[in-house]
């Protein structure tokens, strides 16, 4: 092969390499937050995160590659280019917005605390004062908690995953958890360790610290990315797929308004 030949077939090579990485997106995802993103018994992630994921890259006819972390380590992973975008019911806030870039929303659901069935909270901030109420370690939930409860003499005790909190829940080393109101619901109260809790108090939604929903997180300044995902989530809410991916896990519409 003589040298133009050989550098044109390095040239074409490069650019099929080239397409085949732009075809590819790596979205990172934390499998332990049911029924949103969970292991299934054989290792594999399921949940609808997962599952709309799927669906908003064949909208856009890329690959999805799932990359599986833990919550705490999904931004910072982003932000070093391990990942291209995160997808696993992070709420759009403000104090986010000034690390990355989110999407439109792609549902909306308010966060709730969940003690022991009977118990009653109007105030929480009065009713919770001298408990334990565990939240998952860098959620929108442990920084509110940070900022609202310490103060007002509640122990806020942090964890790895919203599950490692249900589970002390269960065994009495906390009082309550303060989540988002589905994955209490379907990750725990329907579990044989949620039968004798129940849902508790008023409804979390201080847009301040909650958002406005759960978007898909981008790198700051990539609204290419961001709009492809925005609009494929319109797609999908137009032709029937968000339903139908939704209704594998819900009996009611979690968009939100």
Known sequence: MNKIALLGALALSACASLANAQDTLRIGIEAAYPPFAFKTPDGQISGFDYDIGNALCAEMQVKCEWVEQAFDGLIPSLKVRKVDAVLSSMSITPDRLKAVDFTKKYYHTPGKLVMKAGTEVKDPLVDLKGKRVGVQRASTYDRYASDKFADAGIEVVRYGSQNEAFLDLASGRIDASLADVVNIGEGFLKTPEGKDFALVGPDFND??????????????????????????????????????????????????Q
């Open 207 to 256: 847009p301040k610290y909650f958002g406005n929903g759960a978007g898909i997180a981008v790198r700051k300044g990539d609204k290419a990315t961001a709009e492809k995902f925005s609009n494929a989530i319109a797609a999908l809410r137009e032709n029937g797929k968000y339903k139908e991916v939704q209704d594998k896990y819900f009996a009611y519409d979690i968009y939100g």
